[in-house]
């Protein structure tokens, strides 16, 4: 399909991992990002990962890649109640972003 | 990481008149910048692709006339909502890339636009 594609809704408890997944649309973006956004804020870059790499560690943050099915997952490891947000994955596609509809990570104490 | 800087963050207009918004990269030569707009509780919606020097690309069903975009320097991108109307409400995000094709895209804070 043409669409970038997320789940729309996660909830997890304080300190378990966070996993979000999306799925990309082209075999030939370069780059694939991970952005952060809090209610009424911008985006937070928070990572990003080439295309012909697997895995990319960040902190708590990891990232992994399957080309193959265009599969892109984010790991928030020790999740926070801070880390409670929308977070949404893109494609660096034909010089420009696009954006998948955004995942709700909701983080209880 | 790389600044972008939007202002005004909210502004309110009446009906009928124009506003401006401002995107600039604080620490960083942007040679394209890029305006979203977002609704509600949904994802960003490229509305045009502005490179310094140059006219923007529009995307599909956004009017130019409407949206002026300028990126008069490689620090400075507007956007103007012309005779704004309630439904031009929304939030505006820019964002900028470092470089060339292939580098990071950072955004700005984003604009709350509420027409009345």
């Known amino acids: 399909g043409e669409d970038v594609e997320q789940s729309l809704f996660l909830s997890v408890r304080e300190g378990d991992s966070s996993v979000i997944n999306c799925t990309y649309t082209?075999?030939?973006?370069?780059?694939l990002y991970w952005y952060k956004q809090e209610p009424g804020a911008g985006l937070q870059l928070l990572t990003y990962?080439?295309?012909?790499?697997d895995m990319k560690q960040d902190q708590r943050l990891t990232v992994l890649l399957n080309k193959k099915d265009k599969h892109l997952s984010l790991r928030i490891a020790d999740t926070q109640t801070g880390d409670s947000a929308i977070y949404f994955c893109?494609?660096?596609?034909?010089?420009?972003?696009?954006f998948g509809k955004g995942t709700m990570l909701l983080v209880s104490p | 990481g790389a600044v972008v800087s939007q202002h005004p963050s909210r502004v309110i207009c009446k009906s009928g008149t124009s506003v401006k918004i401002e995107c600039r990269s604080l620490?960083?030569?942007?040679?394209?910048m890029f305006w979203y707009r977002q609704f509600p509780k949904q994802s960003l919606m490229l509305m045009a692709t502005?490179?310094?020097?140059?006219?923007?690309?529009?995307e599909q069903g956004v009017e130019k006339d409407k949206f002026l975009i300028n990126h008069a320097s490689l620090t400075l991108s507007t956007l103007t909502v012309t005779s704004a109307h309630p439904e031009d409400s929304s939030f505006y995000i820019c964002?900028?890339?470092?470089?060339?094709?292939?580098?990071?895209?950072?955004f700005g804070e984003g604009s709350w636009l509420t027409v009345v």
């Open positions: 964002s900028a890339r470092v470089g060339r094709v292939g580098n990071t895209i950072y």
């Open positions: 082209d075999s030939s973006s370069t780059y």
């Open positions: 990962i080439f295309s012909n790499m």
């Open positions: 893109a494609e660096d596609r034909y010089s420009t972003l696009t």
């Open positions: 620490d960083f030569q942007a040679t394209t």
């Open positions: 502005s490179n310094e020097g140059s006219k923007a690309t529009y």
